[in-house]
């Protein structure tokens, strides 16, 4: 079973609406969450087991997986850790009809977001689905930002990498000329294309981006 839905007034295939992908193998909790979920605006991907979800491509749109811990096959926890090595990283909001601490524990360190014991409350699924959703927001901005560092120091040619490892040590352009066998003049230059390349202004945000690469002085 793979159905696709969206909330109220919403394309279940805008990629600006946020999205939760259900794995249950009974009908009637899948219908149950499919309609508390649209009810708050939500488009919803509900699947009858785990190989359908690896099956089905998710929208790309900010979105969480509600889980059921026991699936058929496969647990909800080994579940999670085949999710993660296809890169699907999306936060996880496991159910169970079994208070387990310890899996629940387990769980929470894999990087589930709640784990909740059935029957729950509405309000504490659409609490955890809500968290859920926000926290792969940011984690789709932040990869975003990476991906735009990334980008712009690819655009940086080796002798500029090398001026700009020098400079976020806190080297002067003469030090850095003597360093690499150049006039200081052309370091300056290599230095203003690096500040340019990287869209910064001062020293102190260039070490923010050489930080955020990883480049080590």
């Known amino acids: ?43 919803t991907r509900l699947f009858g087991s785990p190989a359908e979800l690896l099956a089905a491509q998710l929208p790309d749109a900010p979105g969480c997986i509600v889980l059921d811990v026991r699936l058929p096959g496969v647990s909800g926890l080994d579940f999670q850790g085949q999710l993660v090595e296809r890169g699907i990283g999306r936060p996880i909001v496991f159910m169970t009809g079994h208070g387990d601490i310890p899996m629940s524990v387990r769980a929470m360190k894999a990087g589930a977001v709640d784990f909740l014991s059935k029957p729950f409350r509405d309000q504490d699924m659409l609490d955890a689905v809500t968290a859920a959703i926000e926290r792969d927001r940011q984690q789709r901005a932040a990869a975003a930002s990476r991906n735009d560092l990334t980008a712009e120091f690819e655009t940086l040619t080796a002798r500029e990498r090398e001026v ?16 690499l066998g150049l006039s200081e003049i052309t370091v300056k230059i290599h230095r203003g294309n690096v500040m340019r390349k990287m869209g910064v202004r001062t020293l102190a945000d260039l070490v923010r981006k050489a930080e955020a690469l990883g480049i080590k002085p």
Request: aromatic share 2%; proline share 5%; charged share 20%.
């Open 1 to 43: 079973m793979i159905r696709q839905t969206s909330g109220r007034g919403a394309s279940a295939e805008d990629p600006t609406v946020p999205f939760v992908a259900v794995v249950d193998d009974d009908p009637a909790v899948l219908e149950a969450l499919d309609s508390l979920l649209r009810s708050i605006s939500l488009a």
């Open 164 to 179: 700009m490892t020098h400079v976020v040590a806190g080297l002067m352009n003469k030090q850095v000329a003597g360093i």
